[in-house]
Protein backbone atom coordinates (compact mmCIF):
# COMPACT_ATOMS: atom_id res chain seq x y z
CA UNK A 1 0.00 0.00 0.00
CA UNK A 2 1.08 3.44 -1.20
CA UNK A 3 -0.25 6.85 0.56
CA UNK A 4 0.06 10.15 -0.47
CA UNK A 5 -0.44 12.43 2.57
CA UNK A 6 -0.71 16.59 2.12
CA UNK A 7 -1.16 19.17 4.65
CA UNK A 8 -0.24 23.02 4.38
CA UNK A 9 -3.54 24.33 2.61
CA UNK A 10 -5.44 26.65 4.50
CA UNK A 11 -7.24 30.72 3.92
CA UNK A 12 -5.10 33.81 2.27
CA UNK A 13 -5.42 36.96 0.49
CA UNK A 14 -4.65 37.98 -2.77
CA UNK A 15 -1.17 38.23 -3.33
CA UNK A 16 -0.21 35.77 -0.44
CA UNK A 17 1.75 33.29 0.26
CA UNK A 18 0.97 29.44 0.93
CA UNK A 19 3.38 25.59 0.88
CA UNK A 20 1.94 22.77 0.27
CA UNK A 21 3.28 19.87 1.35
CA UNK A 22 2.94 15.89 0.35
CA UNK A 23 5.09 12.70 1.95
CA UNK A 24 4.27 9.32 0.53
CA UNK A 25 4.94 6.13 2.83
CA UNK A 26 4.39 2.67 2.24
CA UNK A 27 6.31 0.33 -0.10
CA UNK A 28 8.04 2.08 -2.13
CA UNK A 29 10.93 1.00 -4.41
CA UNK A 30 10.92 4.48 -6.52
CA UNK A 31 9.00 7.24 -7.66
CA UNK A 32 9.03 8.78 -11.44
CA UNK A 33 7.19 11.77 -11.37
CA UNK A 34 5.28 13.43 -8.52
CA UNK A 35 3.25 17.14 -8.87
CA UNK A 36 0.31 18.72 -7.99
CA UNK A 37 -3.18 19.14 -9.71
CA UNK A 38 -5.94 21.17 -8.42
CA UNK A 39 -9.75 21.01 -8.78
CA UNK A 40 -11.99 24.36 -8.61
CA UNK A 41 -15.68 23.81 -8.07
CA UNK A 42 -17.72 22.90 -11.19
CA UNK A 43 -14.41 22.48 -13.34
CA UNK A 44 -12.22 19.36 -14.11
CA UNK A 45 -9.39 18.88 -12.35
CA UNK A 46 -5.96 20.39 -14.04
CA UNK A 47 -2.09 20.15 -13.66
CA UNK A 48 -0.36 22.64 -11.84
CA UNK A 49 2.95 21.64 -11.83
CA UNK A 50 5.26 18.16 -11.92
CA UNK A 51 8.63 16.97 -11.20
CA UNK A 52 10.42 14.45 -12.46
CA UNK A 53 13.16 12.29 -10.09
CA UNK A 54 15.80 13.86 -12.02
CA UNK A 55 14.45 17.56 -11.55
CA UNK A 56 12.61 18.61 -14.62
CA UNK A 57 9.63 20.75 -14.22
CA UNK A 58 6.62 21.37 -15.98
CA UNK A 59 4.05 23.92 -14.93
CA UNK A 60 0.76 24.96 -16.05
CA UNK A 61 0.63 28.64 -17.71
CA UNK A 62 -1.41 30.23 -15.16
CA UNK A 63 1.14 29.84 -12.38
CA UNK A 64 4.11 30.59 -14.24
CA UNK A 65 6.73 32.89 -12.17
CA UNK A 66 4.51 32.35 -9.02
CA UNK A 67 4.62 28.73 -7.88
CA UNK A 68 7.07 26.49 -7.45
CA UNK A 69 7.97 22.83 -7.18
CA UNK A 70 10.65 21.17 -5.61
CA UNK A 71 10.79 17.43 -3.91
CA UNK A 72 12.98 15.54 -1.47
CA UNK A 73 14.01 12.19 -3.00
CA UNK A 74 15.13 10.82 -0.03
CA UNK A 75 12.02 11.56 2.03
CA UNK A 76 9.44 10.67 -1.02
CA UNK A 77 8.34 14.44 -0.76
CA UNK A 78 7.13 16.81 -2.79
CA UNK A 79 5.97 20.63 -1.93
CA UNK A 80 4.73 23.75 -3.62
CA UNK A 81 5.72 27.13 -3.22
CA UNK A 82 2.67 29.75 -4.18
CA UNK A 83 3.10 32.88 -4.05
CA UNK A 84 1.21 36.03 -5.45
CA UNK A 85 -2.28 34.01 -4.84
CA UNK A 86 -5.32 34.68 -7.18
CA UNK A 87 -8.59 34.06 -5.72
CA UNK A 88 -8.59 31.98 -8.91
CA UNK A 89 -6.04 29.77 -7.50
CA UNK A 90 -9.20 28.84 -5.25
CA UNK A 91 -9.20 24.94 -5.07
CA UNK A 92 -8.72 21.90 -3.79
CA UNK A 93 -5.05 20.81 -4.43
CA UNK A 94 -4.11 17.15 -5.26
CA UNK A 95 -0.56 15.85 -4.58
CA UNK A 96 0.21 12.69 -7.50
CA UNK A 97 3.08 10.48 -7.53
CA UNK A 98 3.96 7.48 -10.15
CA UNK A 99 5.32 4.88 -7.87
CA UNK A 100 7.33 2.13 -8.44
CA UNK A 101 6.11 -0.66 -6.03
CA UNK A 102 5.13 -4.21 -5.25
CA UNK A 103 2.31 -6.30 -3.82
CA UNK A 104 4.79 -8.79 -2.96
CA UNK A 105 3.94 -11.06 -6.33
CA UNK A 106 3.77 -8.58 -9.06
CA UNK A 107 6.35 -5.42 -9.63
CA UNK A 108 4.34 -2.53 -10.81
CA UNK A 109 3.94 1.51 -11.68
CA UNK A 110 0.64 2.84 -10.01
CA UNK A 111 -0.42 6.04 -9.75
CA UNK A 112 -1.36 7.54 -6.99
CA UNK A 113 -3.18 10.39 -5.37
CA UNK A 114 -3.42 12.23 -2.07
CA UNK A 115 -7.01 13.14 -0.63
CA UNK A 116 -6.93 16.53 -1.33
CA UNK A 117 -5.94 20.32 0.88
CA UNK A 118 -8.21 23.16 0.59
CA UNK A 119 -6.50 26.41 -1.10
CA UNK A 120 -8.72 29.42 -0.51
CA UNK A 121 -7.91 33.01 -1.67
CA UNK A 122 -10.01 36.02 -1.09
CA UNK A 123 -9.81 39.18 -2.84
Known amino acids: QVQLVESGGGLVQAGGSLRLSCAAS????????MGWYRQAPGKQRELVATITSGGSTNYADSVKGRFTVSRDNAKNAVSLQMNSLKPEDTAVYYC?????????????????WGQGTQVTVSS
Open 26 to 33: GYILSINA
Open 96 to 112: NADVYTSSGTYYYTGDY
